[in-house]
Structures are given as structure tokens and as C-alpha cells.
């Protein structure tokens, strides 16, 4: 296991321990979240008992496979907590999520949540968001024209970059769960978060985009000098 996995699975850890029996979780996507997966799995073999709701298809895959039971969100309608990964979070535990292409459902699931537990390594840490590009989804439908506004309504809310389509190694647009496309929006710094989630958000092409922001409780982060927690695990 790399350095950097470790400290991945250190952060999922310690989020196991918020883990109680009977309880309704969110499954997360991504590396970090695979570990959460896998540990959970381990403690469900050893009769802790729990129902998930997976945020896309690779994770039900794994869930699946580790005999994690699963329901579907629309049975369950509200969590108790959901442990999922990130790309960037900064001091007020604003998130830039989606580089694995699964942001929809995650937000989806993390709005549905009591709580929204984050499990990253240290390195995901920033003072203003925008390092990491970010994801934008977007229907497939006039495409072009919404990739337009996103540079439009982004420039007005301070921020611009290249705007480039995600996809797969052979060249073809990466096409997400739920049929979507996604823009990877390389803005460098996003000084105002709020005013571009919103400006996003009222784009009819866009389905929705990877500022996640109040969603999150805690950051687990878990670097060189242990595991810090930001926010409140209660």
C-alpha cells in the first residue's frame, strides 16, 4: 500500500467509528471512500449490522461484493450519515467533488444525510478552491450553448479558465451514471463559491456541478503528523 493510501485508510478509520449499528449510510465514491467501503465491509462480516445507499455503480459494485446490505435511497429517503471522499476542501469545509464523475448522486445523498463525514489525506487541503478543475454536469443536449453560459455566468462571478469536456482514454466523452457529460472547468481560484454555485445552478443545460458547500460536518484529514479533524463529528 502507497504512502498515500495509507493515509486514506487512516481517514476512513477513524470515520468507522462513527459507524453505529442499524444505522441508514451513504457510500461514497473514489479512492478514499473505497477504503471506508472495504473496512465496512469488513466490520459487516463480523455481524455489525447496516444498510447503505451507494452514490454511483462502482460503488454498489464493491458493496455488493463484500455483502454490504444495500436499499435504495427512495425507500430509505433520509440517512444518518454519509462518509464520502474529496478533491478539495478548504477552511470553511467548502468541497470541490466529482472527479470521479459520480458528483450528482453524491449531492443527492449527502442532502439527503443528517450528517456528511469527509475522509481525504492532507494534501486535498486549500485556502480558496479552484486548484482542483472544477466538475460541471451537464445534459448532452446543446452541449456547446452550455458550455457558452458556464464561461459566461463563471467570468461574472469572478472566475475563468479553460472549460474542457471529460474523456475516456479513447477519446470518447466520459458519460456519467446517469447519462450525463461533465465539464472540467480549470479556474485556478473560485474567490467567490456561493455566487458561482448559484449562477451555475440556474443554467438550464447544467445538472449540476461540484461545489459542495454547507453540506459538510466534519473533514477527516490524514496526513505526516496524524489524523486532524475539522468541523464536529457529533
Do not use: W
Not at 441508514?24 to 455481524?47: D, M, N
Not at 455489525?48 to 451507494?54: A, R, S, Y
Not at 462518509?83 to 468541497?95: C, I, K, Q, Y
Not at 489525506?121 to 460541471?136: E, I, N, W
Amino acid at each position: 500500500m502507497s504512502n498515500a493510501d495509507e493515509l486514506k485508510r487512516q481517514a476512513a478509520a477513524k470515520a468507522l467509528e462513527l459507524v453505529e449499528p442499524g444505522m441508514r449510510l451513504g457510500l461514497g465514491t473514489g479512492s478514499t471512500a473505497t477504503h471506508f467501503v472495504a473496512l465496512l465491509g469488513e466490520r459487516v462480516a463480523q455481524g455489525l449490522q447496516v444498510i447503505g445507499v451507494p452514490t454511483s455503480e462502482r460503488t454498489r459494485a464493491q458493496a455488493e461484493s463484500l455483502a454490504i446490505p444495500l436499499a435504495d435511497l427512495d425507500t430509505l429517503q433520509t440517512l444518518d450519515l454519509t462518509v464520502d471522499g474529496t478533491d478539495e476542501f478548504d477552511p470553511a469545509l467548502r468541497l470541490i467533488k466529482g472527479g470521479g464523475g459520480a458528483l450528482l448522486r453524491e449531492k443527492i445523498v449527502a442532502a439527503a444525510s443528517n450528517r456528511m463525514v469527509v475522509i481525504t489525506d492532507s494534501s486535498k487541503a486549500v485556502q480558496t478552491l479552484g486548484k482542483f478543475p472544477l466538475p460541471v454536469e451537464v445534459n448532452r443536449f446543446g452541449v456547446e450553448a452550455t458550455r457558452h453560459l458556464i464561461a459566461r455566468e463563471s467570468a461574472l462571478a469572478g472566475s475563468s479558465g479553460e472549460i474542457r469536456l471529460r474523456k475516456e482514454a479513447s477519446g470518447a466523452p466520459f458519460v456519467t451514471d446517469g447519462g450525463h457529460y461533465i465539464f472540467d472547468c480549470a479556474f485556478g481560484i473560485i474567490p467567490a463559491p456561493e455566487d458561482l454555485a448559484a449562477r451555475l445552478t440556474a443554467i438550464p443545460g447544467v445538472v449540476e456541478h461540484g461545489l459542495f458547500l454547507g453540506l459538510a460536518s466534519a473533514v477527516i484529514s490524514a496526513g505526516a503528523q496524524g489524523v486532524t479533524v475539522y468541523g464536529s463529528l457529533v
